[in-house]
């Protein structure tokens, strides 16, 4: 027998960096093999750090809002039983929707949530076969809330959070759990990408640490919990949000990620744009 048919096999997408390389480097700790993707050749860095736990790695460097590039990822892992899927790239994108690029608008709806779905669906029926298996999804306390100025952001999480609850009781009555990780804001490059650094959201110096917001993940994954919101503090703002009017929440939410809301050196907020 193969080494690689002993060691249990975890799938994670945006493991390039920050929340996912943080799962990633957990599994690898735990001694799964991994299929790691992202859409740049850091993944392939990611792929040597991880090496150094002793399993095997296999990195792709693929698109996967594109369906070619998630058809790509389910050909690596070439029908081999996956015991653990980190359904986690996912893409930011701040500013007013109205002044969004709409390639860009498109990229993110479909990094998110289209990509994110149609790899869960490749993959979950394989594990419906095997009846045993474990699904992280990446969604976010942003889905709780309008996300004025991180609108369609907002939007995709919202779906994702919805979409774990959904599947994970479709199939309650296998051996196949869905848990839904819900990050508040974190420290990795995202708020960068997203374009979103003169943020006060994109510039708070007290994100958390991916580390430790991948722990938190990893572990409700592995104890096949619903859904778990990373830190004490999302975890009253989430409750909040349950009770807060939309209207409400949307207004809070244009405080922290209007573009000019970052604070300046000299602790003053600067006059929001537009
Ligand atoms: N940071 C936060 O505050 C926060 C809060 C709540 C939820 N989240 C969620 O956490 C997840 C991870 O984000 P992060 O904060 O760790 O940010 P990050 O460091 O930017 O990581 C994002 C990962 O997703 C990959 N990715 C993005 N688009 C992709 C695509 N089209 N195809 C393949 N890979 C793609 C990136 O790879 P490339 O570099 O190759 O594109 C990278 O590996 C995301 O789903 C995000 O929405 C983040």
Not at 32 to 52: G, M, N, P, T, V
Not at 205 to 227: F, N, R
Request: contains cysteine; charged residues 25%; glycine residues 10%.
């Amino acid at each position: 027998m193969m080494i690689e048919d002993i060691r249990p096999l975890a799938v994670v997408t945006g493991a390039s960096s920050g929340i996912g390389y943080e799962l990633a480097r957990l599994a690898a700790e735990d001694g799964y093999d991994l299929i790691i993707a992202a859409d740049e050749r850091a993944i392939f860095e990611a792929k040597a750090a991880l090496e150094q736990h002793g399993v095997m790695v296999e990195a792709l460097e693929v698109d996967l809002s594109t369906t070619e590039g998630v058809d790509r990822l389910v050909g690596v892992i070439g029908g081999r039983p996956v015991d653990a899927l980190m359904a986690n790239a996912g893409r930011g994108l701040g500013r007013g929707f109205l002044d969004q690029d709409w390639a860009d608008v498109r990229f993110v709806i479909d990094t998110n949530v289209t990509g994110t779905v149609y790899l869960i669906q490749q993959v979950v029926r394989e594990m419906r076969e095997q009846d045993r298996g474990r699904v992280l999804i990446t969604g976010s306390i942003a889905g709780l809330m309008p996300g004025s100025f991180q609108a369609v952001y907002n939007g995709t999480k919202a779906f994702l959070d919805s979409f774990a609850w959904a599947l994970r009781n479709e199939l309650k009555d296998t051996g196949v759990t869905v848990s839904c990780l819900m990050p508040g804001p974190t420290d990795t490059e995202f708020f960068e990408r997203a374009d979103m650094m003169d943020t006060k959201v994109g510039t708070d110096p007290k994100k958390a640490d991916p580390a430790d917001v991948a722990k938190t993940g990893y572990h409700a994954m592995q104890k096949g919990e619903g859904d778990v919101v990373a830190g004490f503090k999302n975890k009253l703002q989430a409750a909040m949000a349950a009770v807060t009017p939309e209207s409400v929440l949307a207004e809070q939410h244009r405080k922290m990620a209007e573009p000019g809301t970052a604070k300046t050196d000299t602790q003053t907020y600067q006059k929001p744009l537009g």
